[in-house]
């Protein structure tokens, strides 16, 4: 957030996006075993409390202010079948076994809702470059396999160029993300 807050003092307008749909599955990167899920309201009351504090970060007025967008709104009511012929073809299954944290959940166990999880990611930079004209995607280092499937799903969808810059994750001492 910090880094696109000194975007924005450079003058750019931000596009924060929330995962109120991703958060309904959960990220299977750096974990060991599947994510517990939480309620609909759970993720709801979450994503008001985040747009309380990005109003403490960010300038959501002016010229370039702030936008806050959540998956959820054009997620939420994607079908199965939409979903797999529009986007899964694109994405295919050695690409996703080749990442990392797909990697590492094989031996322990990857359900079908997280390994789908790589394709939500990628949906969301669909979704932001041809709503909101996004061709940058900037998040922490642990994104990093989401953001080159959301390039990956541009460029195979549309033959387009977009981009994606990561920063290393604040740590606790014992090299744990907070």
């Known amino acids: 957030f910090l880094t696109l807050r000194r975007f924005q003092q450079a003058g750019h307008k931000p ?3 929330v995962g109120g749909a991703t958060g309904m599955i959960g990220d299977p990167s750096g974990k060991t075993q599947e994510r517990q899920l939480q309620s609909v309201e759970t993720i709801q009351y979450n994503v008001k409390c ?8 960010f300038d959501f007025e002016g010229e370039n202010g702030a936008v806050m967008t959540n998956n959820y709104d054009w997620i939420g009511a994607l079908d199965m079948i939409t ?8 994405i295919g ?12 959940r094989l031996v322990t166990g990857i359900t079908y809702a997280e390994f789908s999880y790589m394709i939500l990611q990628a949906l ?3 979704w932001l470059y041809e709503n909101r004209g996004v061709t940058l995607q900037v998040a922490g ?7 080159t499937s959301g390039i990956e799903l541009v460029r195979k969808k549309l033959d387009k160029e ?5 920063m290393p994750l604040v740590t606790d001492s014992n090299g744990v993300k907070f």
């Open 15 to 17: 596009i924060i996006l």
């Open 50 to 57: 985040l747009q309380k504090q990005l109003e403490r970060i």
């Open 93 to 104: 299954i050695n690409y996703m076994l080749a990442k990392d944290k797909v990697k590492s």
């Open 141 to 147: 280092s642990d994104q990093w396999g989401n953001i």
């Open 83 to 90: 979903f797999l012929r529009d986007y899964g073809k694109y």
């Open 124 to 126: 969301d930079f669909l």
């Open 162 to 166: 977009v981009y994606g810059m990561v």
